[in-house]
């Protein structure tokens, strides 16, 4: 059986950047590849590198839940999990740590982003994640791993840890690879369009989560930072704003940026943002009207835990010969 394998953190509630640049294309990717089984786990022990209130961990763990199943995933192919009820991943995981370089978890521009930012108590598990990352992936020999530009390195770090492994215990794990998602879009801030859009980040009118009101993401579209000259035109280097726009319209509508170009050739960019915060909004309602359902269905807690039986089956097999292969046990 071959595997495609993704997580997302419950570190808040998902933004329009994660549907747009992952969600969205998991669907895609499903009905692509239906001869694949798609593992897709709510990576809550990622989520606790950094301190988590635990109620509301808790309650950001079963709305990512239900936001997988808003967003259209096929049951066809899909195991849905939690993290943490697979115990086999931290057991990989510190297996992991035992044969990664401190030397290659320094060099993780992930974790040296993230300790700038944190004032104090800097964890260890923040530097040994990609360790973690690593498990998760290689627990269940996935073939693909689709990734976004930020966890690229981390793919790699994976891969030189399986080559690792294979080379000093014998031909064990498969080495993964990028997937490329072609409709992929990195999404940027409303308000910074220089970073990417952050569900944590400081200030939230750059930011669309998944679940806020609807006037709400209009008026988050209309403030959007442009520039001065009014012209919808796909610049990165010289317009990011009006491009990121153009981004998220191209996303949605299917349409490529010079056919957006022509439709709003010398119409400005008040035309432009008030079509597109109607474009942001009737996609949005949809995965919203779905999301009331799952959140509140006891057939999502019926998915999770067949999904948990199915991956921990896969797990343990997996995990048995990784001990034998290295001594582990009587």
């Known amino acids: 059986m071959k595997f495609v394998l993704s997580g997302v953190k419950p570190t808040g509630i998902p933004t329009l950047g994660n549907y747009l640049g992952a969600l969205k294309n998991f669907v895609r990717l499903q009905n692509d590849m239906a001869d694949y089984e798609f593992l897709i786990f709510v990576a809550d022990m990622h989520a606790i590198t950094i301190y988590q209130n635990p109620e509301e961990l808790k309650e950001h763990i079963h709305t990512v839940a239900a936001l997988y199943m808003a967003c259209g995933l096929n049951l066809d192919n899909l195991t849905l999990f939690i993290q943490s009820e697979v115990h086999e991943h931290v057991e990989l995981g510190y297996i992991m740590q035992s044969i990664a370089y401190m030397g290659e978890l320094e060099r993780m521009t992930q974790y040296k982003d993230k300790a700038k930012k944190q004032v104090e108590g800097i964890t260890s598990a923040l530097f040994t994640y990609p360790a973690l990352m690593a498990a998760d992936i290689l627990l269940y020999n996935a073939t693909y791993v689709p990734v976004g530009d930020d966890q690229v390195q981390h793919l790699e770090l994976t891969r030189d840890l399986a080559n690792r492994f294979n080379s000093r215990y014998g031909d064990t794990f498969i080495v993964p690879e990028v997937l490329v998602q072609k409709n992929a879009s990195r999404i940027m801030d409303l308000q910074n369009p220089l970073r990417k859009m952050d569900k944590s980040t400081d200030n939230p009118k750059g930011c669309i989560y998944l679940t806020e009101p609807l006037q709400q993401i209009r008026k988050k579209i209309k ?20 491009s990121n726009l153009m981004s998220i ?40 009207k779905s999301y009331d359902y799952w959140v509140h269905s006891p057939e999502l807690n019926q998915i999770l835990d067949e999904g948990k039986a199915r991956a921990s089956m896969f797990a343990r097999h997996n995990l048995k010969k990784i001990y034998e292969k290295m001594g582990l046990g009587r």
């Not at 319209?249 to 349409?255: A, K, N, V």
């Not at 022509?262 to 109607?278: I, R, S």
């Open 223 to 242: 403030a959007a930072v442009t520039d001065n000259d009014g012209c919808v035109r796909y610049d990165v280097e010289n317009k990011p704003g009006i």
């Open 249 to 288: 319209y191209s996303s949605i509508t299917e349409l490529t940026y010079s056919q957006i170009e022509e439709k709003y050739h010398n119409m400005g960019y008040g035309a432009f943002k008030t079509d597109l915060a109607e474009i942001v909004v009737l996609e949005i309602e949809k995965v919203q």
